[in-house]
Every structure is written in structure tokens, then in C-alpha cells.
Nanobody
Framework: QVQVVESGGGLVQAGESLRLSCVAS????????MGWFRQAPGKEREGVSC????????YYVDSVKGRFTISRDNAKNTLYLQMNSLKPEDTAMYYC????????????????????WGQGTQVTVSS
């Protein structure tokens, strides 16, 4: 059974850093487009970042560019999201997702392209 499990969330102060991890089982992350999404209370889920399965191209929502970095360790079958200079508006439940589709700048954040989802890890940033 395919599973993706996130970890690494927590409560931090503005300006601090966190690294989220997503471990996959029964799924090779190098065969999938891997993405991070987040959902804040009362808001729709939004794409945060994505990494391509083919050439490692990465995509970010504008609000996190320059602060967040997505990466993957194929040997560990683990996806990461390094989050620096965190802001209160980054507070949300963060989800890892995997999909098989041809990814480009116009579709990476379409959650309907992702078929496997984790349960989420909570990130709370205090001011």
C-alpha cells in the first residue's frame, strides 16, 4: 500500500527555520512528481513547491520564493522542504503529495494531478 508520511512540523517564532520530511513507501519518489501543499484555517489548499521526476526542475509559489527549498534524497526515498525565514502567514497544515504527470509551470500546483497524499504536518509560526 502506497504511503507518504510527513514529519518535521512544529511551533516556531517568526524568522526561524524548519525542515519538513516526507517518507514514501511502496512508491519511488524519483518516479513521481513530488509536491508540497499547505492549507491554513479557513483557506483553500495551495501549492507551495514541486520537484519534477525527470530533470529535477523545481517550482515555488511566489510567497515562498527565496525562503523555501524543495529537495529529495532518492536513496532515502525522502522528500524535503527546507523553510527559512518563516513568517506567521506560513502557518498551515503542510501536505506531501505524489503524482504522475508532465509537470510544467502552469500545472504543478493543480492538486488534481497528485494521486497520493499524506496526512499532513502542522507548522505554526508565532509573531
Amino acid at each position: 500500500q502506497v504511503q507518504v508520511v510527513e514529519s518535521g512540523g512544529g511551533l516556531v517564532q517568526a524568522g526561524e527555520s524548519l525542515r519538513l520530511s516526507c517518507v514514501a513507501s511502496e512508491l519511488g519518489i524519483d518516479d513521481y512528481v513530488m509536491g508540497w501543499f499547505r492549507q491554513a484555517p479557513g483557506k483553500e489548499r495551495e501549492g507551495v513547491s514541486c520537484i519534477s521526476d525527470t530533470d529535477g526542475s523545481t517550482y515555488y509559489v511566489d510567497s515562498v520564493k527565496g525562503r523555501f527549498t524543495i529537495s529529495r534524497d532518492n536513496a532515502k526515498n525522502t522528500l524535503y522542504l527546507q523553510m527559512n525565514s518563516l513568517k506567521p502567514e506560513d502557518t498551515a497544515m503542510y501536505y506531501c503529495a505524489a503524482g504522475r504527470f508532465w509537470v510544467y509551470g502552469g500545472n504543478w500546483n493543480n492538486q488534481h494531478n497528485y494521486i497520493h497524499w499524506g496526512q499532513g504536518t502542522q507548522v505554526t509560526v508565532s509573531s
